[in-house]
């Protein structure tokens, strides 16, 4: 069992940045893949941003590219996502994942192939 809680969401003035974190317990996540997906009113949840158990392979959502930055601390059992100029339209539920993966240079994009789930934090940018 791999206990995942995000915290750092809030409401930012667009353009602000915001520092997401998940915090995992029960298992070390060094060997597995990590992810961010959010979830807007009224929309499907989709993928933001993922990476590979080393950290050493990153994939970023189109509308997260060149603006948010995911990371990760295996010593600590914690994965970052850092946003940056944020806008309107990145308004959710922002959700930390866990995948348990087959080799460290795999990163994981869909939901299905996600294990665990935290129960999400809210960003709300305002404009």
């Known amino acids: 069992q791999v206990l995942l809680v995000e915290s750092g969401g809030g409401l930012v003035q667009a353009g602000g940045s915001l520092r997401l974190s998940c915090a995992a317990s029960?298992?070390?996540?060094?060997?597995?893949?990590m992810g961010w997906f959010r979830q807007a009113p009224g929309k499907e949840r989709e993928f933001v941003a993922a990476?590979?158990?080393?950290?050493?392979?990153?994939e970023y959502a189109d509308s997260a590219q060149g603006r948010f930055t995911i990371s990760r601390d295996n010593a600590k059992d914690t994965v970052y996502l850092q946003m940056n100029s944020l806008k309107p339209e990145d308004t959710a539920v922002y959700y930390c994942?866990?995948?348990?993966?087959?080799?460290?240079?795999?990163?994981?994009?869909?939901?299905?192939?996600?294990?665990?789930w935290g129960q999400g934090t809210q960003v709300t940018v305002s404009s």
């Open positions: 994942a866990a995948a348990q993966a087959d080799s460290d240079r795999h990163y994981y994009t869909e939901m299905y192939e996600y294990d665990y």
């Open positions: 029960g298992r070390t996540i060094s060997r597995y893949g």
């Open positions: 990476i590979s158990p080393s950290g050493g392979s990153t």
